[in-house]
């Protein structure tokens, strides 16, 4: 991996005393910002965030961000009326307006409006830019606190990810709950791919730009070090399932990228159509057997 100013940096993951990993040596917040700003947005949006999605594509997101609002939901119990949901990093807004639809009273806070704008651009009014961190730290002071916090690809990016868990849990309510999507990463099925050859490299390992890395097994661990349980956790479709076929492996070809990611889309979306208590059950025993590209833990607070 090399560095912003091009020259290679001696990155290494290393087990943190919770049994994820973590990398070493973490970048400064300064060298962070200069590769956001300088790399980052410059090569990744068109890899990340398209301008626009096919219909299939657009079903998926919802479906995925309906999955993730849902489950929340049945956790906080049936009889609270007009539940709060904070979204931290609410990209394209996806999770923020499937939380509007099922009655949730939502706002969300991330460094930029441009995917929102794009996607879901009526939910301009309940969302406000800023550095998320600097405002889960104004509502904790404040006394805010919301029913559900929603996290999604936010963990694996920053420097401390207990101090982050910390300042969720300082925002949550007595019986709320954070939903917290980050990357299954040193799997079991990802050692398996390495042990038979089938890539040639942890092509999971990307600093600067994913600094943690989290899997089934030990997040429990480090929910428990930040004073939380774990509750549920949900996996999604296993599409590293193609890297042992030659034929169809994105690792050794990557123009079989695209059409693995239509496959799971379209898979996805028929497997919804048992319904969507199904589909959870489906993806909770995907991450069970090892096979979930990520994750999101449910988790709740264990004392107040």
């Not at 290679?8 to 400064?28: C, I, K, N």
């Not at 993730?68 to 999770?95: K, T, W, Y």
């Not at 299954?184 to 999971?204: F, H, I, P, T």
């Not at 059409?259 to 159509?273: E, S, T, W, Y």
Request: with cysteine.
């Amino acid at each position: 991996m090399s560095s912003p100013a091009g020259e290679t940096l001696p990155y290494r993951a290393v087990e943190t005393p919770h049994g994820y990993r973590t990398v070493t040596p973490l970048p400064s917040e300064k060298e962070l910002q200069e590769f956001y700003s300088n790399v980052y947005f410059q090569q990744v949006p068109t890899a990340t965030y398209q301008h626009e999605y096919d219909g299939e594509e657009l079903a998926h997101k919802r479906l995925r961000a309906e999955l993730i609002v849902d489950v929340a939901r049945r956790h906080l119990g049936r009889g609270l009326q007009n539940p709060s949901l904070l979204d931290v990093g609410f990209g394209e807004g996806f999770e923020l307006a499937a939380a509007q639809n099922a009655g949730f009273l939502a706002r969300g806070v991330d460094f930029g409006l441009d995917g929102l704008k794009r996607c879901n651009p009526t939910l301009e009014r309940i969302v406000e830019a800023g550095d998320p961190l600097d405002e889960l730290r104004k509502f904790a002071a404040g006394g805010v606190r919301f029913d559900v916090c929603v996290l999604k690809h936010v963990l694996e990016h920053v420097r401390d990810p207990q101090a982050v868990l910390a300042l969720v849990v300082a925002i949550l309510s007595a019986n709320g709950v954070a939903a917290i999507t980050v990357p299954n990463d040193y799997s079991a099925l990802q050692a398996e791919l390495l042990k038979r050859g089938a890539v040639e490299s942890e092509y999971w390992f990307a600093p600067p730009q994913h600094l943690q890395y989290f899997n089934g097994d030990n997040f429990p661990a480090f929910a428990a070090a930040a004073g939380c349980e774990v509750v549920d956790l949900v996996g999604d479709f296993p599409i590293e399932l193609y890297l042992f076929h030659p034929g169809s492996s994105y690792a050794r070809d990557r123009g079989n990228g695209p059409a693995a990611h239509k496959a799971r889309v379209a898979i996805d979306l028929f497997l919804a159509r048992q319904g969507l208590e199904r589909y959870a059950d489906l993806c909770r025993a995907l991450l069970v057997a090892g096979l979930s590209r990520t994750m999101t833990a449910y988790l709740r607070p264990l004392q107040r």
